[in-house]
């Protein structure tokens, strides 16, 4: 420590670049060290402290774990209608109550993905999150939340029928088949309207998936009718001079 502190004395006005020794820079008189900052012995043994967060730490907003979270309702129940099916087919015990415990893991998100939607709303709203919203944006963003309203009775019905299927097939495992196969048509209904959901979500940030602006065609003007040209009026007779009592009328 008395080493470190003799050295911070004679340390540059800049701190050395990585690499380099600290007997190989000019030696100054070191700058005071300022309240709440290590000193540059700290910076030149350990590292100059990130001037930025760490970006682990963005990863843990509303935003971002709403993100990641979303997917499961739509993958996840994808992935558990399969053993679902070949349990129903071949009278599997094991293969149904696989799926339909993956049903219910995967229903039992919903909460999460709802509670951090949510989250996500009011870091737009107080303008935490940048840039904001445009009018598109904002407009998929009320779409989102109503799709996601309707869409989350549905997903919940799904894990109850399968937690009841669950009990039966212990309890009742013959009649376990008949309830596997309305999980089966729950979890299909909740895979679209949970990507009916997604599609309304995407468009909040991405204007490729925006549909595109309906231009609609100017009408044409009707192609003008060529006028044929007046005609022209014809000289009328006039009456000339009298010449001994006739009359001569000149063209």
């Not at 309702?73 to 109550?97: D, E, H, K, N, T």
Request: hydrophobic share 45%.
């Amino acid at each position: 420590m008395k080493k470190l502190a003799k050295e911070a004395m004679t340390l540059p006005a800049e701190p050395c670049p990585r690499g380099v020794l600290m007997e190989n820079c000019l030696p100054q008189a070191a700058p005071p060290v300022q309240p709440g900052k290590p000193p540059r012995c700290f910076n030149l043994v350990y590292g100059a402290p990130p001037a930025h967060p760490l970006p682990m730490a963005s990863l843990f907003t509303p935003a971002h774990l709403h993100l990641a979270l979303n997917h499961v309702p739509i993958i996840g129940l994808a992935v558990a209608c399969l053993p679902i099916l070949i349990g129903i087919l071949f009278q599997s015990r094991g293969a149904l109550a696989s799926g339909l415990l993956a049903v219910v893991l995967c229903v039992g998100t919903m909460p999460a993905i709802m509670e951090t939607g949510e989250g996500a709303q009011e870091s737009f709203v107080d303008g935490s999150i940048e840039p904001g919203m445009d009018a598109a944006g904002k407009a998929a963003f009320r779409e989102h939340s109503g799709r996601a309203k309707l869409t989350a009775p549905v997903v919940y019905a799904a894990g109850l029928l399968a937690v009841i299927a669950l009990l039966t097939l212990i309890k009742f495992p013959r009649e376990a088949g008949l309830i596997g196969w309305t999980v089966l048509l729950g979890c299909i209904l909740s895979m679209a309207l949970s990507i009916w959901t997604a599609e309304a979500g995407g468009r909040i940030r991405h204007p490729e998936f925006r549909p595109a602006p309906m231009v609609t065609p100017s009408p044409e003007p009707p192609p003008a009718t060529p006028t044929a040209p007046a005609p022209s009026p014809s000289p009328s007779p006039t009456t000339g001079s009298t010449n001994g009592g006739a009359t001569i009328s000149t063209i």
